[in-house]
Every structure is written in C-alpha cells, then in structure tokens.
C-alpha cells in the first residue's frame, strides 16, 4: 500500500529522517518546512496521513492542525503530531485541536509506519 | 627492503646524469617532458632550477645532477624533465638524457657499498649490472623532500 | 565511490543544520540582550535548542540531547513567562549557547564533551528556575530517553505466548471521528493481532429522519483470539483513549472458543471491507454545502516551493574544481588574445571582434564562480562575540561588542583564515585597547566598553575594522619599549603612525604585565603576517583617550589578483597592484645618498629607500647606473614605503593566483606564482617581505646595492 504522507517540520534534519524512514516503506513523503508552508503545500496534494511538528516558526502544530481541519475536504485526514515530550497535556492539547495521534521523537522508523498504518491505512 | 632472495619484478626507467646511469623506479614517474625554460625562484639553491608550468599546476623543478652533487654541465636539447610523484609532491627532475626501460626482479638488486653512494647516505638504494654498465637506482624519498621536511 | 549511506548523510546534514540553529539562537540572544527583540524572539531561542535536541536524540547524542533538554526547559519557562530573564540571566543563556555550540561540535567529532563545564552552567540554569525546576527536570528528564535510531525496519518476534482470548467493547463517541481516527482501522489493527469475531451493534441507528450526520451510533463487540498481552490490545486504542468507552477483559481460559479459530486463521477477515459503509459518514461525500473549485487550483498554482528559498548544497571540491578550470580559462583566454594580437589581425576583423566578446564573457564567468564560495562573515563575527564575551569575564571588564556589516560576503576561504588574526585582535581590543573600568570612569567615560567590529566593501576590497573605545595607544610607552628591546634607537624620532606601527614588530608586547590573555606568544606581528598572506593590510589609527581602530583590508578572493606585470633582469614578474602608489623614473633632481650605499628617492619632499629588484632578488648584479631608470614607489601593510627599481613595466591585469609549493623551497620576496599569456610561469611579488628582508627590521638601511655614477 502506497501511502501519501504530507511531513511538516521546521527542522531539516527531521524532515530527513522522515523520509528516509517512511520512504524505503513504500511511502510517497512531501514535505513543508513550517504550518504556514505546509498550508500552501496542502493546496495543492491530497496526503493520506499528515505529520506534523508542534515547535514550528510562523505558524505552530496546534495553528497547523486548526488550519487543516478548518478545510472541508481535511475533516477526516489523520494527523500525527511529532513531539519531544509525552507530556499528558502536550496530548490534550494536541487532540483538541484535532491530532489523531502522536509520534514520541526521536521516533523509531518501524513505530511511525505502524502508527500511520493504524491511522490511515 | 630489498630482499636478495625473492624474486619481485621491477621496472626501472634508466637516464644519464654526468656520464653515470642511474634509474628510478617506474612506478613513481608521472612523465617525462623535452626541456623548457624554468622561472628562476630568488635565492634558490643551485639545483633549484626553479618552476614550470605543467598544464597549468606549478611544478618545481630540480637539476638531479647538482642534487646529486655532481659537477654542474651545460643543458642541451636531449636534456628531459621526468615528473616524479612521492607521497602528494609532484617534482620535475631534470636529468640529461633517458636511456631505456629495464625490467629486473629486486634478485638482480644488491644494496650498495657504503662508500659507493655518491649523494650522502641512502641515495643510492640499489645497484645492479646491465650489458657490464653499472645502474644506480635511487631512493625518491632521499631526494624529494616530503612536505613535512623543512622548508629552507 | 562507495554508496552514500543515507544516515550519514542525514548526520551530516544535521551539524549543519545545527550550525545555523546555533547562528539564530546566537541572533536571539543578541536581540534579547539589547532589548530590540519582540515576542517571536523567546520562540526562536527556544526552538532551536529545542530543534538540536530533537535531531541530537535521532542520533543518540546523549550528552547533548541532555544539557539541550534543560538549557530548554530554562527558556521555555521564559517563553511562558514564569521567569524573567535580566541581563545576568541572558549573559548565562549566551554561556549556555557557547557551551551548547561546543557540545555540538564535539558531538560531531566524536570528541570528548567536556562535562565538568556544562555541569556548571546546568546548576546555573537549574538556579535560575529554582524548586520548581529542579522538580519538574528530574520527571522530564526520565520521560525524555535519547534513542539511537536504527533504520531496521524489521519488527522483532517476540516468542508466543500460549493464544489468549478476550473480549472487547468499543464506542466512539464523536470526537474520535473529529480527530481523524476511524473505527475500521482499529478493528483491522485487532484483526491483525489474531483472530476476531467482530459483532457490529447498530440498534442506536435511528430513523433517517432523525439521523444527524455527525452523531456516533455504532458500537462493536470483538472477541479475539491471539498471541498477545492486553497491553498491545490496549495500545491499538492509545490514540482514541478517552474518546470511546472500552473495555477489554480477558476471557478465562477454561471458557471454550465458541469454535476452533485456530484451523481458520481470519475467518472475519472477508468481512472487514463491509465495515466503512457502516460507519457514520464525516466523509466529504455527504458534504452539505458545495465545495468551491476553482480557488484551491488557483491556489495550487501558485507553487508551494515558490515560499522557501531554493537552495542547493554542492561537495566544495566541486567548486574548488570549477574555480581552478575557471583559472584555466582565464589564462588560455589570455593566450589566445596574445597570439591573435600578435597575429597582425585587423583590430575591426570578426575574430578580434569576437575575442572582445570572448573576455568580457570569461571575466563574467569568473566573477559568478568567485560569488559561489562567497558566505557572509556573519558566522565569523559570531564566534567573535563569543571570544568578546569569554575574554570580558577573564579580565573582569564590562564590555560589549557591536557588529556592523555581518551580512558582507567574503570568499570563504579568507574568513575561514580571518578567524585566528581577527580572534588575537578582538582579545587585544579587550585586553589592552579597553582601559581599566575605575581608569574609564575616571575619564568621564561609561563604564561598560564597547568594542566595534564592522565589515564592508569598498572599491572592490573587503575592509573589516576592530575598533574600541579605549585609551588609545600610549605612544610613549610603545617607543620605551621598542628602544629598550633594541628595536629602535632611542634617540630616533618618529611620527605618531611609525610608532603605532612598531606594534606590528615581531616579539612586540605592550602590556608590561602579561595576562593569561594574550600573553600567549603570539603577536600583532603574527597578526600582520596572516593577513598579508591573504593578500590584505592591516593599518592603524589611534587616539588617545578615544580608542584604537585597526582596519584590514582585503580581497574579495584568494583566486585572483589584480597586479602589475613588471620586466626585472629578464623575469617577468608581477606585483599586486593595490601596493604600488605610482611610478616614476630616476633623474639627477630625486635622486640622494645619504650616506654611502644608501639611496634613497625623493618623492614630493619625502625620502623613500631604493632597492634595485633583480639585485634584491638575487638575479643580477648591481648595476653602473640607475639614471632613467623605472619605479615603482610602494607602501606595504605597516604604510612603510619602498621605491623598487625595475627594468620595464609590461602591463596591468589580472592574474590567476597559483600556489608554489613551499614545501620544497620557500623563495623570500615571491608571494606565489602566475601562469601567462605565453604559458609562462610569472612569480607574484611579496614587496613587504622583500623590504623586510631588505631593511631587517623598520630602520631604512639598505644593503649598499648601487654605486651612482653621474
């Protein structure tokens, strides 16, 4: 299954290691470099699952998310946050802004595929 | 290094320096260029013959036989620049005419009498016979000097 | 070449990453310390240790995942303004990113961190949040483990344990539609676990009349059959916990299967399609209001690139490949130029024409090459502000170090040699340029010191200045020194700038005490040099009780240089240009002996030494007579001025730059080599070192090189 995955991340760094999880798996990976990028690169695909970063300049993960499920056609599209911290209320936060999941960094490659199989197929 | 027992191919590249033979092993020449005009370096010792230009890097170049100390002679036409490579230098040496290709086995080599040596010590690393005609073969390392050594 | 492998690549990626990171928290710093940062500057801070952090603890970089983590938690509490960060706070938060860059770079060098100082600065940080911070660190600092991440994306078997069953109960509520979960997923997931026996419960479905779109009324009912704990049933869920009712409980094992699953590994399987219709529809098919096409593809055509700026990283080598075939290029333009000049051709004929075309074209080519390697000095007046800092607290001054101009490109090879000169210059600016604060004070000046370093271009050179607001330079202890250490007579007068200038003599040292400092051997001599080797000037000015400004001047580029072909005892030879002031020809009324073997020009009033080149060089010996001869009135580095006899000025332009090996044989007086026109190679001149040979040390005594017959 070939999934299209939109990441968002400041860190360039990140955005490689992404990539370079998710690719080898069969994965199609765009990739924005902060929310207000990952909006206008929204525009123009139709991913599967989004990743998104929470600590982002211009626009943050919780701005991001709220952008993205403003957009009728995003209501449902999962989004897996990318945070440092397990902290409960990093959770709460996220999910009330829409997150569907979370991804623990440094995440291990095999956890992100699995986590975005169990969200979007 | 010379081990008189085995019998290791090697190729030597022979020339003349004052009347004498001597040879470099081939595996450490570059090419061999006709004569040309060196750019003088300032204060340079005499077998400094100074710098050319060799597709556009500046190669220095030396009068093997002054190096050698030799007794200085007048340069001719059938006078060769052999471009040498040790470790990372690249060196032009000029010498007064090439004479031939030989290939021996490091059992035709024998290590030098001491006294024999005429550059100083470890010059000259090997000796061997040709036609009755004796070859020196020399030590690079002895006579490039490798970047670590001093600058004058 | 070997496969690149991608994780080393993506660690190397990562330093740089971390390079620039370490530039905008240096930036933020700054804009906090002098207060003319705004909201979005905490943030900034913050999320580049946070990003170092994060990328640190991809690669297991456990040292600095650990002093990133609560130099973070420091100034998140900044950012969520439950601390205030006054200038003591900011100074320690600029310690913190000094140390962080050093952490980084041993990182990257596998090298040793060195603990026992970020310790320190951690117990500083820690201080700064007080009970509250040392509480909450201890917690996030066992829930935040770095991992080394390994890119084996096999998942490991775990040994079976005998097949267990439970039974699971799960009801959506809402809100798990709304965060993008979806019910077939998980019972997939469950399914993939073992064997299920799904049992959807529709009796909350209401009539379509009274059927709201949004509502959740499914529930399902799964029995499953499998080799795991509950914990794995239960992190299936992890994502949806809280916005569902579940319940797992384990089936005791006396309880027999309804029937044997195990001949029959996923008999629900086939049904697990049929399960999306019946989920309640969010899905943009039961969309009420229209979608709007037209904009989004109006939008989608505006690239989404189009915001970032495009940006390629190249292997250095490959420009350094690309400056030297470009070099190439040059010097075979101007060799085809000199055979078709000397060919006889019309200068109107199509191929002279052509060849006009051919230079403008190649002098194009190579000043976009040179752009290539050009980099701001912003990374380098960084690490200045550092050594600022760190030199202001070994001597106890208050100082401040003010940048103008960071955004001036310079080849990268001459900032990456600029660091150690200008590194000497910024410690001697704080350690003897700035007076002593009660010597300050006593001056009526403020007491924090400020140290100012500025870039620039102008008329095709880079002028980097390092200024302070000092005592200037105390002349008459410079010229106590200089003729107690023998450098100079004691009774010879001097002009203020030949006194300024004997600091730029070897072994020289004004602090009559050495500090730990710059008391370290190296001189502003060694400073000098390491700019002239760079084809630069170092000048000084100074005024007393205002300050010392030393002013660098350099190329744009190592590669090229703009110079004066010169004829001396037939070599053609070149001088840089930028050194020579104007030319002139010896007659009977310029020329003096001021005593015998000792020449000198006069050039408007002023007495300059003469040196015949080809004599100084060792090409020739004097000669009979200099009258009509040609030259060159020069002025090196130090503003010491030389007049250089030679035999034929050739021509001005510019040449390629060519090393020489100097491990071989160090030519006094030849700066490097140029190849020309002719294939012929040219020796760059070094006139400074020429005088200096020449004079020995500033004194003007030449070697008795001419005899004047007239």
């Given amino acids: 299954m070939s999934l299209n995955i939109l990441a968002v991340d400041d860190s360039r760094t990140m955005r490689d290691m992404i990539r370079l999880a998710l690719e080898p798996a069969g994965f199609t990976v765009t990739t924005a470099d902060d929310g207000v990028h990952g909006v206008e690169v929204l525009s123009g695909i139709a991913p599967d699952a989004i990743i998104t970063d929470i600590n982002m300049p211009r626009m943050d993960g919780f701005g991001f998310i709220d952008a993205v499920r403003g957009q009728h056609k995003h209501r449902a599209t999962p989004i897996l946050v990318l945070t440092t911290e397990a902290a409960p209320e990093l959770k709460a936060r996220a999910r009330s802004a829409g997150a569907t999941g979370w991804i623990v960094k440094p995440f291990d490659p095999a956890k992100l595929i699995k986590a975005l199989q169990m969200v979007a197929g | ?152 | 070449m070997s496969a690149p492998d991608p994780m080393a690549e993506i660690r190397a990626s990562f330093f740089i990453e971390c390079e620039e990171l370490l530039e905008a928290l240096q930036d933020g710093l700054e804009a906090m310390a002098d207060d003319s940062g705004d909201l979005e500057t905490i943030n900034v801070v913050f999320r580049a240790v946070h990003s170092i952090k994060g990328g640190a603890g991809a690669f297991g970089l456990e040292g600095l995942v650990r002093f990133a983590h609560r130099y973070e938690t420091v100034l998140d509490a900044v950012r969520s303004n439950t601390l205030v960060a006054d200038g003591d706070a900011i100074k320690l938060f600029f310690r913190a990113a000094d140390h962080l860059s050093d952490l980084v770079r041993e990182s990257r060098d596998d090298g040793i961190l060195p603990e026992a100082e970020g310790n320190a600065i951690l117990t500083e940080l820690d201080a700064l949040l007080g009970d509250h911070g040392v509480a909450e660190e201890d917690e996030a600092e066992i829930e935040f483990q770095p991992l080394g991440l390994s890119l084996d994306l096999g998942l490991a078997d775990l040994p079976a344990p005998a097949p267990a069953r439970f039974t699971i109960h799960f009801a959506p509520e809402p809100e798990l539609y709304e965060t993008g979960n979806e019910p077939y997923m998980i019972l997939r997931a469950l399914a993939e676990l073992g064997s299920c026996e799904v049992t959807c419960l529709t009796d909350k479905v209401p009539q379509l009349t009274e059927f709201a779109p949004e509502a959740s009324y499914l529930k399902w009912t799964v029995v499953l059959t499998a080799d795991v704990q509950e914990a794995e049933i239960v992190s299936i869920f992890e994502f949806v916990d809280g916005l569902c009712a579940l319940t797992i409980a384990p089936i005791p094992s006396d309880v027999p299967a309804p029937q044997d699953v195990s001949n029959d590994p996923l008999p629900e399987l086939p049904e697990m399609p049929d399960l999306p219709d019946l989920t309640p529809p969010p899905a943009p098919a039961a969309e009420p209001e229209p979608a709007q096409p037209p904009a989004p593809a109006a939008k989608a055509k505006a690239t989404p690139q189009s915001a970032a700026k495009s940006v390629v990283r190249v292997d250095l080598d490959r420009i350094e490949r690309l400056v030297n075939l470009v070099g190439e290029l040059v010097i075979n333009q101007a060799m085809l130029s000199q055979s078709l000049e000397s060919s006889g051709l019309s200068p109107h004929s199509d191929a002279m024409n052509g060849l006009e075309e051919f230079q403008r074209l190649t002098r194009d080519i190579q000043d976009s090459v040179m752009m290539i390697r050009a980099q701001p000095v912003k990374s380098l007046f960084q690490r200045m502000s550092r050594i600022v800092r760190e030199c202001s607290a070994a001597v106890r001054k208050d100082v401040r170090l003010v940048t103008e101009g960071d955004t001036t490109e310079v080849d990268k090879t001459v900032i990456e040699r600029l660091s150690d000169p200008l590194t000497h210059m910024i410690r001697n600016a704080v350690d003897h340029g700035l007076e002593p604060t009660q010597n300050r004070l006593a001056a009526g000046k403020p007491e924090q010191g400020v140290v100012k370093l500025t870039a620039a271009h102008r008329s095709g050179r880079v002028i980097i200045e390092v200024s302070d607001d000092g005592g200037g330079i105390n002349r008459e202890k410079v010229k106590q020194i200089a003729t107690d250490k023998g450098l100079i007579a004691a009774d010879a007068s001097l002009t203020d700038t030949e006194i300024d200038n004997l600091l730029f003599l070897p072994g020289f040292s004004t602090a009559s005490e050495v500090s730990d400092l710059s008391g370290r051997g190296v001189g502003m001599d060694v400073v000098r040099n390491a700019i002239q080797a760079l084809g630069g000037r170092i000048t000084i000015t100074s005024t007393p009780g205002e300050g010392t400004t030393f002013s660098i001047s350099l190329p744009l580029t190592l590669a090229v240089l703009d110079g004066m072909v010169v004829q001396v005892a037939g070599e053609t030879m070149v001088l840089p240009l930028n050194l020579v002031i104007e030319t002139l020809t010896i007659d009977h009324s310029n020329l003096e002996q001021t005593r015998p073997g000792l020449n000198v020009v006069r050039v408007r009033g002023e007495f300059v030494s003469l040196f015949d080149l080809g004599v100084e060089l060792g090409y020739r010996s004097a000669q009979d007579s200099y009258l009509d001869a040609v030259v060159l009135l020069i002025a090196d580095e130090g503003g010491s001025r030389a007049a250089l006899i030679v035999d034929e000025i050739q021509d001005q332009r510019q040449v390629v730059i060519k090393g020489l090996d100097e491990s071989f044989y160090r030519a006094p007086g030849i700066a490097a080599a140029t190849i020309l026109g002719d294939g012929q190679i040219a020796l760059i001149l070094d006139p400074s070192d020429i005088i200096a040979q020449a004079q020995g040390s500033t004194l003007a005594i030449a070697p008795n090189l001419m005899e004047l017959t007239s």
């Fill in chain 2, 1 to 152: 290094m010379t081990d008189p027992k085995s019998s290791a191919p090697v190729e030597l590249l022979t020339f003349r320096l004052s009347d004498q033979e001597y040879s470099l092993d081939i595996m450490c020449v570059r090419e061999i260029r006709g004569w040309t005009r060196t750019t003088p370096l300032p204060h340079a010792p005499s077998y400094m013959k100074g710098v050319i230009n060799l597709r556009g890097t500046v190669l220095p170049v030396m009068d093997l036989a002054e190096r050698l100390g030799l007794p200085p002679r007048e340069h001719t036409d059938r006078n060769v620049i052999i471009v040498v490579k040790y470790e990372e230098t690249m060196t032009g040496l000029l010498v007064d005419a090439v004479s031939d290709i030989i290939a021996l086995t490091s059992a035709d080599l024998q290590p030098p009498p001491d006294a024999a040596s005429a550059g100083g010590p470890g010059v000259i690393k090997a000796l061997t016979l040709l036609d009755e005609r004796m070859i020196r073969v020399l030590e690079l390392s002895e006579i490039v000097p490798t970047p670590q050594s001093d600058a004058a």
